[in-house]
Antibody, heavy 119, light 107 residues
Framework: QVQLQESGPGLVKPSETLSLTCTVS????????WSWIRQPPGKGLEWIGY???????NYNPSLKSRVTISVDTSKNQFSLKLSSVTAADTAVYYC?????????????WGKGTTVTVSS | EIVLTQSPGTLSLSPGERATLSCRAS???????LAWYQQKPGQAPRLLIY???SRATGIPDRFSGSGSGTDFTLTISRLEPEDFAVYYC????????FGQGTKLEIK
């Protein structure tokens, strides 16, 4: 059974770069798409972007200038970098497996990690 | 960008009742790319429905999805205590968007 685990600093200073990693266990990162989603406190879900195991990406237009998602197939991991963060980037960050075949849906999610942007 | 508007914002019902949740898109969405998720406090979202009407693995048959074009519906035929949660619809066109959520609360 595939499981996802997010990891990274829980506190990031304004203007710095948020960096998170998602480790895939119980299955291979190959042949799937992988996504990052975030949820500000008390608010709804916001899609950040996705990456295919081959490295192709698609980002939320509203975040595109600040987001980089990368993949390391040798470690079965994919990562998120969000630059120039502000308090508005404070959120729970989730990674998820994305099925983009005939359908589009996220069927396996990590538990989420809380990131606070504060000096 | 396609905007998804969910209604109502909050739905107050009793166990055993039927719940009908709406998701309306600002432009037509492919049914193949419309999904529904359930989220309980402190937990990650859980996939319920994909392709507008297909239940995900392990989802009870009291959950059903329907709709096409710009109007989609999630129906819970007979509410169980564990169904009270927040529900989100999601679409993918050239970009992925979520609705703002419907909170299903116990009356």
């Amino acid at each position: 059974q595939v499981q996802l685990q997010e990891s990274g600093p829980g506190l990031v200073k304004p203007s710095e770069t948020l960096s998170l990693t998602c480790t895939v266990s119980g299955g291979s990162i190959s042949s799937y798409y992988w996504s990052w989603i975030r949820q500000p406190p008390g608010k709804g879900l916001e899609w950040i972007g996705y990456i295919y195991y081959s490295g192709s990406t698609n980002y939320n237009p509203s975040l595109k200038s600040r987001v980089t998602i990368s993949v390391d197939t040798s470690k079965n991991q994919f990562s998120l970098k969000l630059s120039s963060v502000t308090a508005a980037d404070t959120a729970v960050y989730y990674c998820a497996r994305l099925d983009v075949s005939y359908y589009y849906y996220m069927d396996v999610w990590g538990k989420g990690t809380t990131v606070t942007v504060s000096s | 960008e396609i905007v998804l508007t969910q209604s109502p914002g909050t739905l107050s019902l009793s166990p055993g009742e039927r719940a009908t949740l709406s998701c309306r898109a600002s432009q037509s969405v492919s049914s193949s790319y419309l999904a529904w998720y359930q989220q309980k406090p402190g937990q990650a979202p859980r996939l319920l429905i994909y392709g507008a009407s297909s239940r995900a693995t392990g989802i009870p048959d009291r959950f059903s999805g329907s709709g096409s074009g710009t109007d989609f519906t999630l129906t819970i035929s007979r509410l169980e205590p564990e169904d009270f949660a927040v529900y989100y619809c999601q679409q993918y066109g050239s970009s992925n968007t979520f609705g703002q959520g419907t909170k299903l609360e116990i009356k």
